[in-house]
């Protein structure tokens, strides 16, 4: 059984009330009996991809168990990297290029990919960074794999569907090539929610700073009020993937 944690959105802003929410998940997450066997952070790290708030999101975002990040459109790729990614890769980092990572933990491959178009908050995966994923998931048919970025790759009938990732088409072909692809993973939304895509589970992970209004929900576009909450993506020894999902109060 592999039991991956996923928060998203924590929005760091220098204000201690940002800071307060994601320490309180991660205390949740730290507190835990058994070890995770990963953690991941599926964007808009730092609100403003400032250096500090990303030196902030280095002293919170720690525990035991390693934790994968991907950049979200509030993050900013030159600091994300060179700050919060311990400077790996800072030589070439600019916000320029994509920031694509690949890790292994527990027997799986994590694909964290950058969704991200510099100066907008629409999302869509490069041409170099889906043959990238490709060449990737290529490498390592045998391994279970859990893709990962940001913006989520359809429409969720909710506020925001206008910043969503496009271009999805795209992905889509990637992963039908790729069948060991257990489930893709994404944030921005800033509210619990699964569906599908190319045939497999697609799950979004809800934000720690606020979370989303729906349309049919009283209040208008984010709850500052709602608590954080975490998800828990359990891969099973007999393949099934279960997804848990957890208020923290
Ligand atoms: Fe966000
Ligand atoms: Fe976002």
Redesign the pocket.
Known sequence: MIVVAHLS?IHLDGREQRADRARRVMSYLNAAPRPLDALLVT??IADHGLASEYEQAREILSASFPIFTCP???DKRAAYQQVLLDGDGAEEASDDAPVNRAYQAAGAVFALCDSTIPGR?D?RLSDATLSWLDKLLAGAPDTPAFVCF??PPVTLQYPFDD?RQFGEERLAEVIERHPQVVAIVC????TPAATTFAGRPLLIGPGVASTSVLPWERGTFLDLTAPPAVAFHVLGDDGRLITHYRAVT
């Open positions: 959105d964007g808009d979200g459109n509030h908050d999302g940001h913006h910043i944030g921005h939304a800033h």
